[in-house]
Every structure is written in structure tokens, then in C-alpha cells.
């Protein structure tokens, strides 16, 4: 979202994250702008009976979580490196004086942020269909959209069982059912353990 060289000369540091490490919990009081500069993040919320719901995921180049930034309110999420990842970290009111002495870096994070509410109210509707096929094919639709990918051409999906899972809200074995179903209709193909759709 924000150039690397701008980023530093704001005063931005880069912080590793070794696999696995938290950037931040659910309730914690934001104080950072985080940007990906190298390696994966995956934000995600337990429910109260304990199982995870991953609300995105992000790699090279993109932020994440700065509404709660934007509007100072707590986490709503836990942010944890799926991989080795370096973030800079920048100071909010840092990131604020940015977005005041550059409109095109601001509308950029107003289409950005318009881009995840819309995602959310499609993610909100995928969770609401009872079938498990329509869920996942609904998932994977959006999938492919937010990626730019063509519809009408297959595609490999980079996500494990255990991740479909977790966007859509299935329990893995589920999901393991459901691919076995599309793929017996040819709405999926599944070569050498990967996922086309």
C-alpha cells in the first residue's frame, strides 16, 4: 500500500516474525501501521467453543489491521505469521501524517477498505448457505476474484483443507467430503494434492 522507501523515511522499522509468533491479540489497543514486506500473516478470531475462524489473509505488500487503527478501537482479531515474515511497523501518528500529506496514498486506503467491507459481506453471506458445495464454491469464487484470477479458466488455490475450513466454516472433514463431491461433478479437479477450481 505504502511505498518501502516512504515507509522508512516516516520512520518505519522492519520487524522479523518468526513462524508462528503473534503480532498482536485479540483486545490489544493498536499503536502501529503494519505492511508486509516480506512472508504471510493470517487473522483469525476463536469462538467461545474454541474453534478458529481465520478472517484473512495477507502476504507481500499488503497491510492489515488498520481499521481498528483508523477508528481507535481494540483488535477484534489475533494476527499471527503463517511463515518467517518481516513487517514494518510503523507509529500511528506517523501513519496519520501520511495519509494527511498524501490524498493518493488516502484513496487508496478508502478503496482498500471499501474492497474488505464488501469481502466481508460476501463472507458473511457464504456462511449463511446451509450446503457445504455452495459455501466452498462461493468461497473459492471470491477467492479467485480478490486475486484477479479468470473465471472461466481453472485455476490452483494455494489453500490447505484445514484453511477452507476456516473461511468457511466447515469442520475439515466436511470440507475433505465436500471436495470429493465437486470433484466428481467436475466443478473442482484436485492434481498431485493441489486444488484447480
Known amino acids: 500500500m505504502i511505498d518501502s522507501n516512504l515507509l522508512l523515511a516516516w520512520g518505519a522499522a522492519a520487524k522479523k516474525f518468526e513462524k508462528g509468533s503473534l503480532v498482536f491479540i485479540e483486545g490489544d489497543k493498536p499503536r502501529f501501521y503494519y505492511q508486509i514486506l516480506e512472508g504471510k500473516i493470517r487473522m483469525y478470531h476463536v469462538n467461545e467453543k474454541g474453534k478458529e475462524f481465520t478472517q484473512g489473509n495477507f502476504t507481500e505488500g499488503e497491510c492489515f489491521g488498520e481499521p481498528p487503527l ?4 481494540t483488535y ?3 494476527a499471527i505469521a503463517t511463515e518467517d515474515t518481516i513487517l514494518f511497523k510503523l507509529p500511528k501518528e506517523r501513519f496519520f ?3 494527511k500529506e498524501y490524498p493518493g496514498i488516502q484513496q487508496q486506503f478508502l478503496e482498500n477498505l471499501a474492497r474488505r467491507i464488501y469481502c466481508k459481506t460476501i463472507s458473511t453471506k457464504i456462511l449463511s448457505e446451509d450446503a457445504p458445495e455452495h459455501r466452498i ?3 473459492l469464487d471470491m477467492h479467485k476474484k480478490n486475486r ?3 473465471f472461466n479458466e481453472k485455476a490452483i488455490i494455494p489453500l490447505t483443507r484445514k484453511e477452507l475450513a476456516e473461511h468457511t466454516g466447515l469442520r475439515i472433514e466436511t470440507v475433505i467430503r465436500t471436495l470429493s463431491k465437486l470433484q466428481k461433478t467436475k466443478q473442482i479437479a484436485i492434481i498431485d494434492r493441489k486444488l484447480y477450481y
Not at 70 to 73: F, Y
Open 70 to 73: 483508523i477508528i481507535d478501537e
Open 76 to 78: 477484534p482479531a489475533c
Open 97 to 99: 501524517q501520511i495519509l
Open 137 to 139: 464454491c462461493q468461497y
Open 148 to 150: 484477479g484470477l479468470r
